[in-house]
Nanobody, 115 residues
Framework: VQLQASGGGQVQPGGSLRLSCAAS????????MGWYRQTPGKQRDLVAS???????NYADSVKGRFTISRDNAKNTVYLQMNSLKPEDTAVYYC??????????WGQGTQVTVSS
């Protein structure tokens, strides 16, 4: 598998979800990884990134609510999302950070926050 994101779903405002992304070793190894999200008609935006050593950065809109982590032994990156808001509704993707035009994307996982 190249990039396989999972864990999305529908949740009420204030709820939590944990996303997982399994990546091929050629993508994951020693590379910073990121979670991105996209809504219809808009560009794909970076949500959070993490270096191979575990240093993290977050978009202002998710700081204090989302946590990115990675398991280098499993080639997997996670996104713990708490206190979800309707504006977090999007398709979430993982990929290297930063991405290049030739980097391919996986299918993503849909997150819907609605009462």
């Amino acid at each position: 598998v190249q990039l396989q994101a999972s864990g999305g779903g529908q949740v009420q405002p204030g709820g939590s979800l944990r996303l997982s992304c399994a990546a091929s070793g050629s993508i994951f190894n020693a590379n910073p990884m990121g979670w991105y999200r996209q809504t219809p008609g808009k560009q794909r935006d970076l949500v959070a990134s993490i270096t191979s050593g575990g240093s993290t950065n977050y978009a202002d809109s998710v700081k204090g609510r989302f946590t990115i982590s990675r398991d280098n032994a499993k080639n997997t990156v996670y996104l713990q999302m708490n206190s979800l808001k309707p504006e977090d509704t999007a398709v979430y993707y993982c990929n290297r950070y930063p991405t290049k035009p030739w980097h391919r994307w996986g299918q993503g996982t849909q997150v819907t926050v609605s009462s």
